[in-house]
């Protein structure tokens, strides 16, 4: 009898023991399931916001350059004579621009077009020339893909100690360096405006 009752007893705690694992890894797999489920709405959230802060720099770029730049919707000779429509975008061989002749009118959808790959192509450009550009402040971001959107990269990589400053933070050498440049003579009011954009994050 005492074994007959020890035998039930035992497998009434086996019973018991397997039925709190069981209720403990459905509640495991329930966390399981709401960390990722939140995970997912954090990873969203975060690159939603991303997105939004790449988008207002973008426009906040896209009006500064509109005013150093001109926006034209014909295409028109830059100052160095070569055929350019929109926001500064340059012509090249694979537009469907290329060949026609000055004062040829431009869509309106084409200037964003054009200017959204330019604006593209700065932006990657900027990354490779400046480390950890991402992380500079917003205004020598602004300045330097401007800078970039007018010279190019293969000519804003020459202003070698501009971007060693630029990379330190020395806002002040960065600024003498960019006056110190044939850029800064030949489009002086421009330089000057986005020079004192450097200069008074030394103030900050």
């Given at each position: 009898?005492?074994?007959?009752?020890?035998?039930?007893?035992?497998?009434?705690?086996?019973?018991?023991?397997?039925?709190?694992?069981?209720?403990?890894?459905?509640?495991?797999?329930?966390?399981?399931?709401?960390?990722?489920?939140?995970?997912?709405?954090?990873?969203?959230?975060?690159?939603?916001?991303?997105?939004?802060?790449?988008?207002?720099?973008?426009?906040?770029?896209?009006?500064?350059?509109?005013?150093?730049?001109?926006?034209?919707?014909?295409?028109?000779?830059?100052?160095?004579?070569?055929?350019?429509?929109?926001?500064?975008?340059?012509?090249?061989?694979?537009?469907?621009?290329?060949?026609?002749?000055?004062?040829?009118?431009?869509?309106?959808?084409?200037?964003?077009?054009?200017?959204?790959?330019d604006i593209?192509?700065?932006?990657?450009?900027?990354?490779?020339?400046?480390?950890?550009?991402?992380?500079?402040?917003?205004?020598?971001?602004?300045?330097?893909?401007?800078?970039?959107?007018?010279?190019?990269?293969?000519?804003?990589?020459?202003?070698?100690?501009?971007?060693?400053?630029?990379?330190?933070?020395?806002?002040l050498e960065?600024?003498?360096?960019?006056?110190?440049?044939?850029?800064?003579?030949?489009t002086t009011?421009?330089?000057?405006?986005?020079?004192?954009?450097?200069?008074?994050?030394?103030?900050?």
């Amino acid at each position: 009898m005492q074994s007959e009752i020890e035998s039930k007893g035992w497998d009434n705690h086996e019973d018991t023991f397997e039925e709190t694992l069981r209720r403990e890894l459905v509640s495991s797999r329930t966390e399981v399931f709401l960390l990722q489920e939140d995970i997912k709405q954090l990873t969203k959230s975060y690159y939603n916001l991303l997105r939004i802060k790449m988008e207002t720099f973008v426009d906040r770029l896209r009006k500064e350059l509109e005013r150093d730049e001109g926006n034209v919707k014909a295409i028109y000779l830059c100052s160095e004579s070569h055929p350019t429509f929109g926001i500064g975008h340059l012509i090249t061989a694979d537009d469907p621009e290329h060949g026609k002749p000055v004062g040829t009118e431009v869509s309106e959808e084409r200037v964003v077009s054009a200017f959204e790959d330019d604006i593209s192509v700065t932006i990657s450009d900027c990354a490779k020339i400046f480390s950890n550009w991402d992380s500079l402040p917003e205004q020598a971001r602004l300045v330097t893909a401007n800078m970039c959107f007018q010279l190019g990269m293969p000519r804003l990589r020459k202003f070698k100690k501009t971007i060693d400053a630029c990379n330190r933070g020395a806002w002040l050498e960065m600024a003498s360096e960019m006056r110190n440049s044939k850029w800064h003579k030949q489009t002086t009011a421009r330089a000057e405006r986005l020079i004192k954009r450097i200069l008074d994050l030394d103030q900050t």
